[in-house]
Structure formats: structure tokens, C-alpha cells
């Protein structure tokens, strides 16, 4: 089992730029792929995008394809999440998870989900 945390969400206006990290501990964080998924209030977890456990393939929905990139350091336990050019429609908890299933976008196929951050785009 991996603990994750998720860090770097806030207040931001239509068109800056966000960080978001996904801390692990526990476990071998090195061995899964890492996905982001956004959740609105009332609303489902959706994909966000996805990277491979060495980092070398990324996979992302298409609503954020051409403006967010995803990176890692395993020897930091860690993942990013950068977010560029965000738009009103961005804002949601977002939560990193783990999966063993590849680059799955479907949020049952991933576990050991953080406590998520916030992040509010106004415009």
C-alpha cells in the first residue's frame, strides 16, 4: 500500500500556470503508474492524465492534452502534475492514484488515492 499526498492547488486567475505534487510514501511507488483525476462538486472523478512508472510515457484526456505535462522522480517518490494556460473550467480537487493497470484513464482502476487539492480558476 502507498500513502499519497497531494500538494500545490490554490486561487488562481484564467490563464497562470499551477504545480501540482504527488508525494508517496510506503510501498514501491516506483513499480505503478500515477494518475491525476479531477473531481467537481457534484460530479464524477474524471481523468486527468497518466504516466508510466518510469516516467517514459504519458497519457492525457483531451481537454488538457496541449496544456498539461506530467513528470516524476522516483527517487524522490514523487510526481508533478504542471498545468499551464488554466481555464474556469479547470477547477476541481485534484487527486493523484496508482494502478498496476497501465495508463488507465477509469478511476476504478486505481488505489491508494490522496486527500486531493484544491484548485479554483477564476476568470
Known amino acids: 500500500q502507498v500513502q499519497l499526498v497531494e500538494s500545490g492547488g490554490g486561487l488562481v486567475q484564467a490563464g497562470d500556470s499551477l504545480r501540482l505534487s504527488c508525494a508517496a510514501s510506503g510501498g514501491s511507488f516506483s513499480t505503478y503508474a500515477v494518475g491525476w483525476f479531477r473531481q467537481a462538486p457534484g460530479q464524477e472523478r474524471n481523468f486527468v492524465g497518466a504516466?508510466?512508472?518510469?516516467?517514459?510515457?504519458?497519457y492525457f484526456a483531451a481537454s488538457v492534452k496541449d496544456r498539461f505535462t506530467m513528470s516524476r522522480d522516483n527517487a524522490k517518490n514523487t510526481v508533478w502534475l504542471t498545468m499551464r494556460s488554466l481555464k474556469p473550467e479547470d477547477t476541481a480537487r485534484y487527486y493523484c492514484?496508482?494502478?498496476?493497470?497501465?495508463?488507465?484513464?477509469?478511476?476504478?482502476?486505481?488505489?491508494?488515492w490522496g486527500q486531493g487539492t484544491q484548485v479554483t480558476v477564476t476568470s
Open positions: 504516466i508510466t512508472d518510469d516516467g517514459g510515457k504519458t
Open positions: 492514484g496508482v494502478t498496476n493497470d497501465g495508463l488507465g484513464s477509469q478511476a476504478y482502476q486505481y488505489d491508494d
